[in-house]
């Protein structure tokens, strides 16, 4: 560098400069998405978080599928065929509104949508994921189920064939979007392993009963899904997948996306302390004046920001196809586990306010505690680490 080179300035809200690996279309998509958060979820998302309920959830899915949030980094059939950049960038900026929101888009994108996109025939792609991509249908995805979390392979829901028909029963649980979805990708036993359905949810037999008495994501639909002699045609199974492989790289897939997402609850509670710490006065002075704050808040900026390094580095090796699972993993159990960190530590800079549903700070930490578990616990994504590694299973 010259001597007469003249630094940039230092930019508190994106320290490592990290805004200059972003192309302009990046920057838009990331602009559209935090616009739309500002405008139609933060106003109402903590009445909507007290009350435990997503009121319009209709609506907001088709603006959604609007703004091309939907199946966003999909090809064809409506989907707006963004970067890997790009969807994770969207993701930040929705669960920087709340978990809630981002849930929505994930189990839409990279769940039901993407299963059907990687594995459904040219009639399961054309019937379902233009309505998808555009919010008209809203789906859901069952794996999880009430015995079966972190083991799917040992899953009690199976099908067996009736003529030429297939019959689905079972139990999924804990399942996102369920109450309200059009449609259900099922994953379920048979005869010759695991097989996934494409299940409309009017179909008789189905019900999805949504689970009450959340103390995270309470601003989302959470349901159990109740599948009772559901009699599909032979044409409802995915028939470019069999075995865990089909579940277990759409998961991978939305695991991506919470690599992102996690950062933005991070930086929504990094922000409100900063705020805080410069307004609210003790003995005499801003609590950021002091040593003690601004040692908490120093450590909070490296976390999340190097987390936001990580998300991006991951989707560039998304964008390239050279993203392992195991790498998947890696973020998925740093982010999340440091953004629950800053949550709590942004806490205690607000005090008893803190716990107030005024700030963000507290939902987004009760809320990652369900982050936290979802595509896979903590102690799975160890263990994914742990055999790559090693070369050493310790699953079983």
């Avoid at 759409?250 to 950062?263: D, P, Q, T």
Wanted: aromatic share 6%.
């Amino acid at each position: 560098m010259s001597a007469s080179a003249k630094l940039p300035p230092f930019d508190p809200a994106d320290p490592l400069g990290l805004d200059d690996l972003l192309e302009p279309e990046d920057l838009a998509v990331r602009d559209t998405v935090r616009a739309w958060a500002a405008d139609r979820v933060l106003p109402y998302v903590a009445d909507w978080y007290e009350k435990g309920e997503l009121p319009g959830i209709r609506e907001l899915a088709r603006e959604l599928g609007g703004i091309g949030a939907l199946g966003m980094s999909l090809d064809g059939y409506g989907c707006a065929g963004a970067s890997a950049v790009q969807y994770g960038l969207a993701c930040l900026e929705l669960e920087a509104a709340d978990s809630g929101i981002r849930s929505l888009v994930s189990v839409q994108g990279s769940l039901a949508m993407y299963a059907i996109h990687r594995f459904g025939s040219e009639e399961q792609k054309q019937r379902w994921l233009p309505g998808m991509a555009s919010g008209e249908v809203i789906g859901c995805f069952g794996l999880t189920e009430p015995d079966h979390g972190s083991d799917p392979a040992s899953m009690r829901t199976h099908a067996k064939r009736d003529g030429g028909d297939w019959v689905l029963d079972g139990r999924k649980m804990w399942i996102t979007n369920g109450s309200v979805a059009g449609v259900a990708v099922v994953w379920a036993g048979t005869e010759d392993g695991i097989r996934g359905f494409v299940v409309p949810t009017d179909t008789p037999g189905f019900s999805a009963p949504e689970i009450k008495h959340k103390w995270s994501l309470r601003a989302s639909v959470t349901s159990e899904l109740v599948l009772d002699d559901v009699r599909l045609p032979a044409d409802a199974v995915l028939p470019e997948v069999t075995g865990l492989k089909g579940p277990l790289s759409c998961l991978s897939h939305a695991r991506y996306g919470i690599v992102w997402g996690a950062m933005g609850a991070a930086r929504s509670s990094f922000e409100a302390a900063v705020d805080y710490a410069k307004s609210r006065e003790q003995f005499g002075r801003p609590i950021g004046g002091f040593q003690l704050t601004q040692a908490k808040l120093a450590d909070m900026a490296v976390e999340l920001h190097k987390g936001i390094l990580l998300a991006h580095h991951l989707g560039r090796r998304m964008d390239a196809g050279r993203l392992r699972p195991e790498q998947v993993s890696f973020g998925k159990l740093n982010n999340v586990r440091e953004a629950i960190d800053i949550c709590r530590t942004a806490r205690t800079i607000l005090g008893a306010n803190g716990i107030s549903l005024e700030y963000p700070v507290m939902r987004h930490a009760t809320n990652l505690e369900s982050v936290l578990t979802y595509e896979g616990t903590v102690e799975m994504h160890q263990l994914v680490l742990g055999k790559a590694l090693t070369g050493l299973d310790a699953f079983r």
